[in-house]
């Protein structure tokens, strides 16, 4: 038996771009970056930014594409893979992806501060919320495809902060 499965709460990089591919099954895709804070060599505290790319099927992607924009937070679950291709110059680039299963905005309309809108990623008529852990949305959608071009991600992160997204 083997499991994989990665919780994200982050920001968007970039607003999200919706599709459809030729059955008409409606895919969102963008750019996620979570923050933490280390203690670097020197013993200060760094922020270390790693990179994701968010892949969203069916109502969720439609949901994503209407609700999100850059810079918003947002709750995101779903299956890792790390892709990697030789690039135009013959070096061996990779990237983050995650086949999202699960999303949830956080925040709320009124939050200035780049909160999500008043809507749950995952159901046609969920209820108004004030963050993800109020309540879990009852409508799981997932699809499968293959992967579009990605950008690559800098392991050790840049130290991109919230407002540099």
Not at 49 to 75: C, D, H, M
Not at 107 to 127: L, V
Not at 144 to 165: K, L, N, Q
Request: glycine share 14%.
């Amino acid at each position: 038996m083997s499991f994989n499965k990665i919780i994200l709460v982050g920001n968007l990089g970039k607003d999200p771009e919706l599709r459809y591919t030729p059955q008409g099954t409606p895919v969102c895709s963008f750019t996620m970056a979570t923050n933490e804070k280390r203690k670097g060599a020197s013993g200060e505290m760094q922020d270390t930014t790693t990179w994701f790319r968010i892949t969203l099927w069916n109502k969720q992607a439609e949901n994503a594409s209407k609700y999100l924009t850059k810079g918003r937070p947002v709750y995101i679950e779903g299956r890792l893979r790390i892709e990697e291709w030789t690039d135009k110059d013959g070096k061996t680039r990779s990237s983050l992806e995650v086949h999202a299963t699960d999303m949830q905005f956080i925040g709320n309309r009124s939050d200035e501060s780049g909160g999500g809108r008043d809507y749950s990623g995952g159901s046609d008529a969920a209820p108004p919320r004030q963050n993800f852990q109020d309540s879990k949305s009852s409508g799981r959608t997932s699809g499968g495809g293959g992967s579009d071009d990605v950008d690559d991600f800098e392991a050790g992160g840049s130290g991109a902060t919230d407002e540099d997204i």
